[in-house]
T-cell receptor, first 114, second 115 residues
Framework: GQQLNQSPQSMFIQEGEDVSMNCTSS?????WLWYKQDPGEGPVLLIA?????ELTSNGRLTAQFGITRKDSFLNISASIPSDVGIYFC??????????????FGQGTTLQVKP | EAGVVQSPRYKIIEKKQPVAFWCNPI?????LYWYLQNLGQGPELLIR????????DSQLPKDRFSAERLKGVDSTLKIQPAELGDSAVYLC?????????????FGPGTRLTVL
């Protein structure tokens, strides 16, 4: 079945540092999404990418949809303590035979040291 | 605007007992999802509803799990009987469009512990 490999599994960084995480897939996706999940809460959408090669920013976050449509990365610049959490990538297929189901990566746990 | 509401937030039961989770989606959202999230993993889809119709339940273990969305609004997910391996967070999400529109809004989840 479809699987997403997300790396790194965890990161422990100093406040102010930049962060990069990525996601790769054996399958082609039409949409890539990045979510953040805080403890005891559900995932919250950060960035959605709809076209291969698309580069999108949301404040200090930047994400790109890989040209091959099999990968995506998320960068966080100048990290702050509230960036702590678990970041998930998710890919979505569309079209006949698919229900638009989201396939999630395993998550990247980010810890920021003040 | 209120987000997706789930209850209870936490549930502890003994194995072989039944359990039910309730979800109220964002008002006007036609599509409702139930996800299972094991510790250290991303969510995995159990079932998706378009209004009151279950359009994708291929990942729902139908021998013990059941779900319903009778009036196309609230939904319940039931496990009977629960097993130790069912301990996880059960997330509900909703989205405004049909056909798997991708902006899904998640509730806080119900954390189930089976002893």
């Amino acid at each position: 079945g479809q699987q997403l490999n997300q790396s790194p599994q965890s990161m422990f960084i100093q406040e102010g540092e930049d962060v990069s995480m990525n996601c790769t897939s054996s399958s082609i996706f039409n949409t890539w999404l990045w979510y953040k999940q805080d403890p005891g809460e559900g995932p919250v959408l950060l960035i959605a990418l709809y076209k291969a090669g698309e580069l999108t920013s949301n404040g200090r976050l930047t994400a790109q949809f890989g040209i091959t449509r099999k990968d995506s990365f998320l960068n966080i610049s100048a990290s702050i303590p509230s960036d702590v959490g678990i970041y998930f990538c998710a890919g979505q297929l569309k079209g006949s035979g698919n229900t638009g189901k989201l396939i999630f990566g395993q998550g990247t746990t980010l810890q920021v040291k003040p | 605007e209120a987000g997706v509401v789930q209850s209870p937030r936490y549930k502890i039961i003994e194995k072989k007992q039944p359990v039910a989770f309730w979800c109220n989606p964002i008002s006007g959202h036609n599509t409702l999802y139930w996800y299972l999230q094991n510790l250290g993993q991303g969510p995995e889809l159990l079932i998706r509803y378009e209004n009151e119709e279950a359009v994708d339940d291929s990942q729902l273990p139908k021998d013990r799990f059941s779900a319903e969305r009778l009036k196309g609004v609230d939904s319940t997910l039931k496990i009977q009987p629960a097993e130790l391996g069912d301990s996880a967070v059960y997330l509900c999400a909703s989205s405004p469009g049909e056909g798997g529109y991708n902006e899904q809004f998640f509730g806080p989840g119900t954390r189930l512990t089976v002893l």
